[in-house]
């Protein structure tokens, strides 16, 4: 069984209601924690592609990728952790670590599954929470997320009943 129960959370996953692409979020990063992301999907079974505008590159050190001159367009990771799930990742800031996933691949209790285990390898990894929030959501309302302390992704707000 997963962290969470579809029943309980679907609201939350709801493209008209959330918006198709909520933003997730590990705060308080630092290029060490970008590395241990990128070092992560280099040695699991995602797979992954790494691009910089239009070209395609080989993954590089976290340094490298934040280190883009201010005027150019951020270098992005697309991570899948399974077939049909994407993760995109933004190199905006090293502040923090920026992803989006697309809600529509997230429907039902497996896919909420992998979504969930994909969040607590990542806030395993950095010891740090992982929390998402509806599109262009206020950082001071999120919805869920990978709670360091229990150590699983946990309801951070009340589903709208619907």
Do not use: N
């Amino acid at each position: 069984m997963g962290d969470l129960l579809w029943d309980d959370v679907k609201t939350f996953f709801d493209p008209d209601l959330m918006g198709s692409l909520p933003d997730v979020l590990v705060p308080e990063t630092s290029v060490e924690d970008w590395q241990a992301v990128l070092d992560l999907a280099g040695t699991s079974d995602w797979t992954c592609h790494y691009s910089e505008g239009e070209t395609e590159l080989r993954v590089p050190r976290a340094e490298v990728a934040l280190s883009r001159p201010a005027d150019a367009e951020p270098p992005v990771l697309r991570v899948w952790p399974t077939a049909d799930v994407l993760a995109v990742f933004h190199f905006y800031s090293m502040e923090e670590i920026d992803f989006d996933v697309d809600l529509r691949e997230l429907q039902g209790q497996e896919r909420l599954d992998v979504f969930c285990g994909f969040l607590t390898l990542i806030g395993r990894r950095l010891g740090k929470p992982v929390v998402m929030y509806g599109e262009g959501g206020a950082p001071s309302h999120p919805v869920l997320g990978f709670d360091v302390e229990s150590d699983q992704v946990v309801l951070l707000a009340k589903p709208q009943v619907g």
